[in-house]
């Protein structure tokens, strides 16, 4: 099974052009841009996933928990091959399939429908604890999550679950631009750490920081990668 398409023929370089594509009152552009960069490093160079592997077994598995504003994601999604860029322009219309959040029901390669924040890291956690139950040790399960995610408690206890058994498959990208109300700035990783997690914070538009912050060692532990990015203005 190919997981990842080296032969797409959309770069980097075009997602601004894709994006420009959605149009509408509802776009969320700054909860969009601040993922443009962990999303295209993740889907060009480390998810084991692709448009024919979307329901295999052993596939990585991506969580979108900020699904305010996807539209850095549909563009990658789109770029990636998992659906046609004429879908991009009828974003958040009645009949088309990309609303102004995820739906897996609709959108090829969409794992979650998204919707109150705080349930991603959850799923993740239930996700990563099923391959593991079913015996799947290649599959990887990966979170992303924006830093104000962190005000809501249910991320707290999926924090604390994955570290206390060891959930080395699953890993959560936090998107930090300043935006949380009660998380002390620079401190993210600290909450990670404490519970036993493998943390770094890396500058969230350096694509070689990614790159590696994703694919570092982490024996025994669950993965946190703390991206950061300008602040929400």
Same mark, same amino acid.
């Given at each position: 099974?190919? #997981?990842?398409?080296?032969?797409?023929?959309?770069?980097?370089?075009?997602?601004?052009?894709?994006?420009?594509?959605?149009?509408?009152? /509802? $776009?969320?552009?700054?909860?969009?841009?601040?993922?443009?960069? *962990?999303?295209?490093?993740?889907?060009?160079?480390?998810?084991? *996933?692709?448009?024919?592997?979307?329901?295999? +077994?052993?596939?990585?598995?991506?969580?979108?928990?900020?699904?305010?504003?996807?539209?850095?994601?549909?563009?990658?999604?789109?770029? $990636? @091959?998992? #659906?046609?860029?004429?879908?991009?322009?009828?974003?958040?219309?009645?009949?088309?399939?990309?609303? =102004?959040?995820?739906?897996?029901?609709? +959108?090829?390669? +969409?794992?979650?429908?998204?919707?109150?924040?705080? =349930?991603?890291?959850?799923?993740?956690?239930?996700?990563?604890?099923?391959?593991?139950?079913?015996?799947?040790?290649?599959?990887?399960?990966?979170?992303?999550?924006?830093?104000?995610?962190?005000?809501?408690?249910?991320?707290?206890?999926?924090?604390?679950?994955?570290?206390?058994?060891?959930?080395?498959?699953? =890993?959560?990208?936090?998107?930090?631009?300043?935006?949380?109300? =009660?998380?002390?700035?620079? @401190?993210?990783?600290?909450?990670?750490?404490?519970?036993?997690?493998?943390?770094?914070?890396?500058?969230?538009?350096?694509?070689?920081?990614?790159?590696?912050?994703?694919?570092?060692?982490?024996?025994?532990?669950?993965?946190? !990668?703390?991206?950061?990015? /300008?602040?929400? !203005?």
């Amino acid at each position: 099974m190919t #997981f990842i398409d080296v032969h797409t023929a959309y770069g980097y370089d075009d997602l601004p052009r894709l994006m420009s594509l959605m149009t509408g009152d /509802e $776009k969320h552009g700054p909860a969009a841009t601040s993922t443009l960069d *962990v999303l295209w490093v993740l889907y060009d160079r480390v998810l084991r *996933v692709s448009p024919g592997a979307v329901d295999d +077994v052993d596939r990585d598995r991506f969580l979108l928990s900020k699904g305010h504003g996807p539209m850095a994601y549909y563009a990658v999604l789109a770029a $990636k @091959g998992f #659906f046609p860029e004429s879908l991009l322009a009828g974003f958040g219309a009645y009949d088309s399939p990309l609303g =102004h959040h995820p739906d897996r029901v609709l +959108v090829p390669g +969409v794992e979650i429908s998204s919707g109150s924040l705080g =349930h991603g890291l959850p799923l993740g956690v239930g996700s990563a604890l099923g391959l593991r139950a079913r015996g799947l040790s290649g599959a990887a399960v990966w979170v992303l999550i924006g830093d104000a995610e962190l005000d809501e408690g249910s991320n707290h206890e999926a924090i604390a679950y994955a570290g206390a058994v060891g959930l080395e498959r699953l =890993h959560t990208v936090v998107v930090d631009n300043a935006s949380a109300s =009660h998380v002390r700035p620079g @401190g993210i990783a600290a909450r990670f750490e404490a519970a036993g997690w493998s943390t770094v914070t890396v500058d969230g538009r350096d694509h070689q920081a990614l790159y590696e912050a994703y694919t570092a060692p982490h024996a025994g532990r669950p993965r946190a !990668v703390v991206a950061q990015v /300008e602040a929400k !203005v």
